[in-house]
């Protein structure tokens, strides 16, 4: 009688993967008994995976970046090696593969799926700075030393505020150009009616909001005062209307309150730390050389650091690890962040149990927890957030609570868009503060790392008794009796591992 086709093959299969362990194969005989591998050269693949390590001497749970780059010769076959693992090795760590993993799939976008190239408009909104009148080209040295054209000193701007100072006269000019299309001569020294004319033009030819007209006419401010263009009047003709559009942004916009008022009623500041579990658990469910999983675990670390100790999102994007956060042996991470707004220090220390967790979690992906100490090795000076050099992209935050907390359930075309933001829940955090311990502010200071304890009043709320601070007080009991961690899927990642308290 002769066997079925899988039998005989599977029955062969041990003499083609000597070097694979024998619970191994005899997973892969079982399942090639049933039906054929889910992709194939799988079973070369894992014999090429196993040989490798055995030349190297590691055992399955030290697989180097390294080895899979060289078993993974094309992308299929990485793809093979990458799904006989997860269904017959379980035990075998995938995060080191996800470098190369990221690399297949580019070459894949880069060679099938490139668009092709469209036309882009230019970004250029304002006139280029030859084109701008002579005494505006003369005076643009003076942003770049520091000057003293009526007495008190101007320091040189910083290169994103030149950049942004230079866009705001370049539109400026632009506008003379729009308003002698419309039959008006405007000349081009700084007066009421040239400021008028700029006013008109933002409002009416390019639409902008009335903060954005507020922040352009702020930065004609910067530029006229360093070259020394200004007189008394055209002074208080831009300073009165940079006033009036602040003002007219206050009742249009609607503004921090209008924003808590919605976050509170639909949710509690308890739910960013739930999400932050939730992110971790669903993350565990994922192949850890995904960019799925990562970017869950990003989600996961930046909530946690965020309602603990308040960061900013751009001190966070940038913050190291060996630097600006610590592990100490015993499993506690310390915080050690200075902001790039003030260039204070934060002292916060140790980090609640439930961050340290979320941090090993990130660090560790799908390795054993024994690895912690080597890998925190391997990620000296890498950014905390992608494991490498690479930044995230600067507003990645505020998307991310945006999409995981929506304010309106239809927001209509008339409908303020009301966007929960990290400034918004250091708001929370620093109202909390106030309720619980009002004699603590120095606690805010530090936390948001202010040179200055009146800087806290920019965070002050009228919902100091609302449901989501009281929320935020019993989360914070529940965070130091080490409860909020208690995730039986991160209970898993972490082999029940936790920090010690």
């Known amino acids: 009688m002769t066997l079925p086709s899988r039998t005989r093959r599977a029955d062969a299969l041990p003499k083609r993967l000597p070097d694979v ?8 005989q079982d399942y090639l008994r049933a039906q ?6 799988m079973a070369a693949a894992m014999q090429d995976f196993y040989a490798r390590l055995q030349a190297a001497g590691l055992p399955p749970e030290l697989v180097t970046p390294e080895i899979y780059d060289a078993v993974g010769t094309s992308r299929s076959r990485l793809r093979a090696l990458l799904a006989g693992l997860r269904a017959f090795a379980p035990e075998v760590p995938l995060a080191p593969a ?21 036309p882009r408009a230019s970004q250029l909104n304002g006139l280029p700075v030859a084109e701008w009148p002579e005494a505006w080209q003369a005076a643009l040295p003076t942003l770049d ?15 994103k505020t030149r950049a942004a100072v230079v866009s705001a006269v370049g539109l400026l000019a632009v506008s003379r150009t729009w308003a002698e299309g419309q039959g008006v001569s405007c000349p081009d020294t700084p007066s009421p009616y040239l400021f008028e004319v700029f006013e008109r033009y933002l409002l009416l030819e390019r639409e902008v909001s009335y903060r954005t007209g507020s922040d352009y006419f702020e930065r004609l401010r910067m530029f006229f005062l360093r070259a020394g263009l200004l007189d008394r009047d055209s002074l208080a003709a831009l300073e009165e209307i940079t006033g009036a559009l602040t003002e007219a942004a206050g009742d249009e916009e609607p503004g921090k309150r209008a924003t808590l008022h919605a976050f ?33 675990r990003q989600t996961a670390v930046a909530y946690a650091l965020l309602v603990n100790t308040g960061d900013r999102q751009g001190d966070l994007r940038h913050a190291r690890i060996g630097h600006e956060l610590v592990r100490d042996t015993d499993g506690i991470w310390r915080h050690d962040l200075r902001q790039g707004k003030t260039g204070g220090r934060k002292e916060m220390e140790a980090l609640w149990p439930g961050t340290c967790a979320l941090l090993d979690a990130h660090v560790l992906a799908d390795r054993p927890a024994w690895r912690i100490e080597d890998r925190m090795a391997e990620l000296e000076d890498m950014n905390l957030l992608t494991l490498s050099d690479a930044v995230l992209h600067k507003n990645f935050l505020n998307r991310r609570l945006e999409a995981d907390f929506q304010l309106c359930d239809e927001p209509g075309a008339d409908a303020p868009r009301a966007k929960l933001t990290g400034h918004l829940i250091r708001t929370l955090i620093v109202d909390a503060i106030r309720r619980s311990r009002p004699d603590a502010l120095w606690a805010a200071q530090h936390m948001l790392g202010h040179t200055e304890r009146t800087m806290q009043e ?8 609302t449901a989501a601070v009281q929320a ?3 989360r914070l ?7 909020w961690l208690s995730n039986p899927a991160l209970d898993s990642q972490l082999g029940g591992r936790r920090c010690p308290s």
């Open 21 to 28: 362990p024998p619970v191994v194969v005899a997973g892969m």
């Open 36 to 41: 054929d591998f889910p992709a194939r050269g």
């Open 98 to 118: 996800a470098e190369a993993t990221r690399r297949w799939d580019a070459w894949l976008n880069a060679r099938y799926n490139a668009k092709p190239r469209k």
């Open 145 to 159: 030393r520091t000057v003293r054209p009526y007495g008190n000193p101007l320091r040189p701007l910083e290169p």
């Open 264 to 296: 509170r009623r639909r949710f509690q500041l308890g739910d960013v730390l739930h999400r932050a579990m939730d992110a971790e658990a669903e993350a565990s469910l994922l192949p850890a050389y995904t960019t799925s999983a990562l970017r869950l």
């Open 458 to 465: 920019t965070y002050r709320t009228d919902f100091i008794e």
């Open 472 to 474: 935020m007080d019993r």
């Open 477 to 483: 009991e529940e965070v130091e009796n080490s409860n």
